[in-house]
């Protein structure tokens, strides 16, 4: 990665690169910076106008005292968002280093073997939040589970869901490479199976998982803010009855997207900010996927006739 | 033997492998629809009740005498007969709708982008792709809300509320199979305009029109054909979503509504097994009808251009 960011050009992966960098070092540093406790509320407060005195009521639109304003409940966005950066970031990670390790070892050893069954790759068609949906319905509302653990344990499960769209590529790809005449010489000169995956077929294959984990990034954050469409926020979800609230327990951005998604008519700022802090790690990952491919873009022989 | 006879055999071997097909989505329908009672959490550790599984068998015993197709709203309880069917329309009214205007957007512009494949432009279509259809239907409902507030112009709707709303969803779930046609029938344009037969017809004098018309487009079908499941998948996956954002009366929306509720302390709520079953089998065969209406359209295309 070093090698093809201090190559000259491709503007693309240092700027995608930097603003992850920018991002990552909110969700370190955030938290200490943060204006208020993240359990403090705000809820009602009074202020003197020219003289005249007002009480304003949360959730309160962005100002002085609040940059990204209130929620429902008073509490501080920015607040929350400091906090919950680092779950967001830390889960497209796991999630997708995850994903490309088990799929490139166990692609790797299958592919050697067979290539994948058209019937197992139509699965992966399979819209994955919907079958996370079913998995998380049980676990994630007011869950006895503590916090950490279950956003592990979400993690986790994500990650297994969609393996098979990163499994069946790398095995695709290994069973091309295994019919290549540079394979069938190692074989011949006595190279066992771990020789053949490791020294010869993983090296052809690392441009293209370095641009899988980039992709299954994105892929993971999408699948995060799918679910919290559903409320099924990564961490938990406190749910109450009186008043009905489903809130995020880790103040994650998918989940602030999520329990606000119905203030699009009285407090649009309360989506809009998480929906452009989203955009923002997208554009990052996005970027450094362009810088990646096309730092590994194969010249294409053949050209079109007409 | 005749063609048509052979053609009737083939279809015949087929059937068992479909039927068995088909009876293994539905046994993965029964499992997965019994996930939130199997995978559950008490006293801070996750707990597996395999035992769960076995209402699959409920329900079918719940078949024969009706208790399968009854479901609770909270007071009252309903047949899914009476409810179910308004909502599965509404369903299949985007998802058919959206699949076909995805496709006659893709098809044609992928082919007329195919030189176009390493442009700037195609990387700003790529980069749209990896946009999520949350992101898309709230960023247009925000904008739609700021028009109607800054203007007074009502330019869409953007929930349902008596009727359905039209504009905005059939744009956001015919936007993302339209991108992803447009990108697989680009690439396969490129790769069919790049054979030596075609290179053939340009030699023997053909215009770059007629190649399209006669060799190009023929050969793009059985691509087309070929992706129509995924077309069709993509926009069920985006039904799910849009449902719940615009707040459409669909079998989706209405499966996370009535199956998916929480306990309430005061009684009533709850999961609804059957109900969930039901509502998967409907999306399943909303999926069967969309898809095979599709395949048989693009087959029908495909003989009458005898390619």
């Avoid at chain 2, 076909?100 to 279509?125: D, N």
């Avoid at chain 2, 499941?229 to 849009?242: E, G, P, R």
Wanted: net charge positive; proline share 5%.
């Amino acid at each position: 990665m070093i090698k093809i960011l201090t190559k000259p050009g491709n503007w693309e992966l240092k700027i995608g690169t930097c603003l992850l960098l920018l991002l990552i070092l909110i969700a370190i540093i955030g938290p200490f910076y943060a204006p208020y406790d993240p359990n403090y509320t705000e809820s009602i407060r009074k202020v003197t106008v020219n003289g005249v005195k007002k009480t304003i009521f949360s959730p309160e639109k962005p100002g002085a005292r609040h940059w990204f304003g209130t929620d429902f409940w008073g509490y501080d966005i920015l607040t929350m968002m400091l906090y919950g950066a680092k779950y967001t970031l830390s889960a497209c990670f796991l999630i997708a280093l995850l994903r490309v390790f088990l799929g490139t070892v166990l692609g790797l050893f299958l592919g050697i073997k067979k290539e994948p069954s058209q019937k197992f790759e139509s699965l992966g068609g399979v819209p994955s939040f919907v079958i996370l949906v079913f998995i998380f319905y049980g676990l994630g509302f007011n869950s006895s589970i503590p916090t950490v653990n279950l956003f592990l344990l979400e993690v986790f499960f994500i990650a297994i869901v969609g393996l098979p769209g990163v499994l069946f590529p790398i095995q695709k790809r290994t069973n091309e490479i295994t019919q290549e005449s540079f394979i069938e010489a190692a074989i011949s000169i006595g190279a066992d199976k771990i020789r053949i995956v490791t020294k010869h077929i993983f090296p052809q294959l690392r441009g293209y998982c370095l641009t899988i984990l980039i992709t299954e990034m994105i892929t993971a954050l999408n699948i995060i803010g799918q679910l919290g469409i559903f409320f099924i926020f990564l961490g938990g979800t406190i749910f109450t009855q009186d008043p009905p609230l489903l809130h995020s327990a880790t103040n994650e951005w998918m989940g602030i997207i999520g329990q606000s998604r119905n203030k699009i008519f009285s407090q649009p700022w309360l989506l809009l900010i998480p929906l452009c802090a989203y955009i923002i790690v997208l554009l990052s990952f996005h970027l450094i996927s362009q810088g990646i491919e096309k730092y590994y873009e194969k010249k294409y022989t053949q050209t079109p006739n007409i | 033997m005749p063609r048509r006879t052979k053609g009737l055999l083939n279809q015949l071997i087929k059937l068992p492998i479909q039927l068995s097909n088909l009876f293994l989505v539905v046994c993965f329908i029964l499992l997965l629809a019994a996930l939130p009672l199997v995978i559950q959490q008490s006293e801070g550790k996750i707990s597996i009740r395999f035992l769960y599984f076995l209402l699959g068998y409920d329900y079918l015993k719940g078949i024969f005498d009706g208790s399968a197709f009854l479901f609770s709203t909270g007071r009252f309880t309903y047949s899914i007969w009476e409810q179910i069917p308004q909502y599965f329309f509404n369903t299949l009214f985007y998802v058919a709708t959206s699949s076909i205007l995805g496709i006659l957007i893709g098809f044609p512009i992928g082919i007329l982008r195919y030189k176009k494949r390493f442009s700037k432009s195609q990387k700003f279509l790529f980069f749209l792709n990896t946009i999520p259809d949350f992101f898309l239907i709230m960023i247009l409902q925000i904008s739609v809300v700021s028009l109607t507030q800054y203007t007074g112009i009502r330019l869409a709707s953007i929930a349902m509320v008596t009727r359905l709303p039209l504009l905005l969803p059939i744009f956001v779930m015919s936007f993302y199979p339209a991108l992803y046609l447009i990108r697989q029938i680009s690439h396969a344009t490129y790769e069919v305009t790049s054979q030596d037969y075609i290179l053939f017809a340009r030699s023997q004098g053909h215009s770059r029109f007629k190649i399209f018309i006669k060799q190009v487009i023929p050969a793009l079908l059985h691509t087309l054909s070929a992706d129509i499941a995924k077309v069709t998948l993509l926009v069920l996956s985006n039904v799910f979503i849009a449902e719940q954002l615009f707040r459409i009366m669909g079998i989706t929306r209405m499966m996370f509504l009535w199956g998916f509720r929480q306990p309430n302390p005061f009684g009533g709520g709850g999961y609804q097994y059957a109900f969930v079953v039901n509502c998967l089998l409907f999306i399943l065969v909303l999926y069967l009808i969309v898809s095979n209406f599709l395949q048989l359209s693009v087959r029908l295309l495909i003989k009458t251009r005898g390619a």
